[in-house]
């Protein structure tokens, strides 16, 4: 089994900033990618921000939402990966989920999810 566990959500006012982490435990083999979704309050999951990594170096993405604001980076050696928010807006009020994404021989891709963490930006 995967463990993800978030934490750095919290109450922010709107131009501030917020880091959040998300340490992966447990069955971590054929890590494809890791990254941040959020699902603010009467909306769908959304996709925020992955990193992926291989022997020629990492890769990210990003929603246009986001784009120029958050940056996504991992500790491999840590099994972590954070997400630095910088000039956060009312409109990144969501609950923030990591996701880990593994390949799972017979399966496939299968993607593991954190409990989610709460991140408020006040106006």
């Known amino acids: 089994q995967v463990q993800l566990a978030e934490s750095g959500g919290g109450l922010v006012q709107a131009g501030g900033s917020l880091r959040l982490s998300c340490a992966a435990s447990?069955?971590?083999?054929?890590?494809?990618?890791m990254g941040w979704y959020r699902q603010a309050a009467g909306q769908q999951r959304e996709f925020v921000a992955t990193?992926?990594?291989?022997?020629?170096?990492?890769?990210?993405s990003y929603a246009d939402a986001v784009k120029g604001r958050f940056t996504i980076s991992g500790d491999n050696s840590k099994n972590t990966v954070y997400l630095q928010m910088n000039s956060l807006k009312p409109e990144d009020t969501a609950v923030y989920y990591c996701?880990?994404?593994?390949?799972?021989?017979?399966?496939?891709?299968?993607?593991?999810w954190g409990q989610g963490t709460q991140v408020t930006v006040s106006s």
């Open positions: 996701m880990l994404e593994r390949v799972v021989i017979g399966t496939g891709l299968v993607r593991n």
């Open positions: 447990g069955s971590i083999f054929s890590v494809n990618a």
């Open positions: 990193i992926s990594s291989d022997t020629s170096g990492s890769r990210s």
